[in-house]
C-alpha cells in the first residue's frame, strides 16, 4: 500500500495587527521588534493631570522641545526588546564572568606596578559613580520619554549603565584583595578630590535636566561619548604599555558596550534630526553646550591620567565626537 502526502498552504487573514499595519504601510509581517515597540504609548483617555506637574498631562509629548509626527520612530537599529537583549547580555556576563575569574585565580593584579595601581584607584574607580548616575539619568528618560521605542530602549540602557558601575567596584574590590579599602578611597576622591569637582558638578547639572531628550544628548551622547573612549580606549591603551594589559579583561564589556550601544544613541539623534530644521537646530545647540561642559569637567582629570596632556587629549576626542555628529546631519560650532 502506498500513502500520498500533500502539503497544504493556508494563507493567513491578515499578517499583523491593525496598528502595525499602519505604520508598515500594509499587511506585511512584522517583527517580534516591531510588534513589542510600536503603538504602545498611551495617547487617549487621561482621567487627571499629575498632582506633581499641574501643567502636563500624563506621557504629555511636550515633556520635550524636540516635536516628532510619530515617536514610534525613534526605533532601535539592534531591534532590542527584553528577550533578545537578555540573551546578548547573559551571553556577555558568561564573558566577563570567566575573566574575572581568570584575574582573580591567577593574580594577575598583584602584577600591577603602584604607580599605577594608585592611577586606577584615583581616576578609574570613581567612573562607577559617573555610570551610577548615567543609570539614573536613563531612568528618567525611560519614565518621562514619549514612545515606547525610546523608552523601553533608555530602560535597558539605565540597567546596563549600572552593570558598568558594578564591574568597576568589582573590579575596586579585586584589586583591593576583596576589601573596601580601594572602593573608599575612590569614593573619597568623587566627593572631595579637587580634580574631581568639575566632573560631580557636571553628573549633578545633568540630573536635573527636565528635558528628557536633551538628557538624553548629554548623557548618552555627549559624556558617555567622551568619558569611554577617554578611559576605556586611551588610558586601557596607556596601561597596557605599562603592564597592564590585564585590566583590559575586566573592563571589556563596556568596550563592547559602548560600540554596540552607539548605534541606538546615533539612530535616535539622526532620526529626530532629520525630522525638521527646528529639532536640528536644538540637537545642535544642546551638543554643542554640552560637549563644551563635559570637556572643561574632564580636563584636570585627563591631565592627571596623562601627564598634564589632558587638553590636547581631549581635544581630539572632542573632534572625533564632533566628526561623529556631523555624519548625524548636525553641526557643531565651537
Known sequence: ???????????????TFD??????????????????????????????????????????????????KDFDDLVDPRQYYYGTWTIQRGRQQDSQEKNFEFVEKRGLLTALDAQWRDRITRFVLPMRHVAWAANTNNS???AYGHGAPVASAAGMHMMDELG????????????????????DAAKAAWMSDV?????????????????????????????????????????????IQHGGAVFSM???????????????VDAVIKTAAAE???????????????????GAALTPLADYAFDGEGATLLAELSAALRARVARLGLTITG
Open 195 to 239: 580634580m574631581w569637582q568639575p566632573m560631580r558638578r557636571l553628573v549633578e547639572n545633568s540630573m536635573v535636566t527636565r528635558d528628557w531628550f536633551e538628557l538624553f544628548v548629554a548623557q548618552n551622547l555627549v559624556i558617555d561619548g567622551l568619558v569611554h573612549p577617554l578611559v576605556f580606549e586611551r588610558f586601557d591603551a596607556r596601561l
Open 164 to 183: 558598568v558601575a558594578q564591574y568597576l567596584s568589582r573590579a575596586g574590590l579585586m584589586l583591593g584583595d576583596n576589601e573596601p579599602a580601594l572602593l
Open 250 to 264: 575586566l573592563s571589556e564589556f563596556m568596550v563592547d558596550w559602548y560600540a554596540e550601544s552607539s548605534r541606538w
Open 19 to 68: 496598528h502595525i499595519a499602519d505604520k508598515l504601510g500594509g499587511d506585511k509581517p512584522a517583527t517580534r521588534y516591531q510588534e513589542a515597540v510600536w503603538g504602545l504609548q498611551p495617547t487617549l483617555n487621561f482621567h487627571y493631570r499629575p498632582t506633581w506637574d499641574q501643567s502636563h498631562t500624563l506621557y504629555d509629548p511636550r515633556r520635550t522641545a524636540i516635536v516628532m
Open 140 to 142: 528618567y528618560i525611560c
Open 276 to 294: 525638521s530644521p527646528a529639532n536640528r537646530a536644538l540637537l545642535e545647540g544642546w551638543t554643542t553646550h554640552w560637549l563644551a561642559e563635559a
Open 1 to 15: 500500500m502506498s500513502i500520498d502526502l500533500k502539503t497544504t498552504h493556508i494563507e493567513p487573514l491578515r499578517r
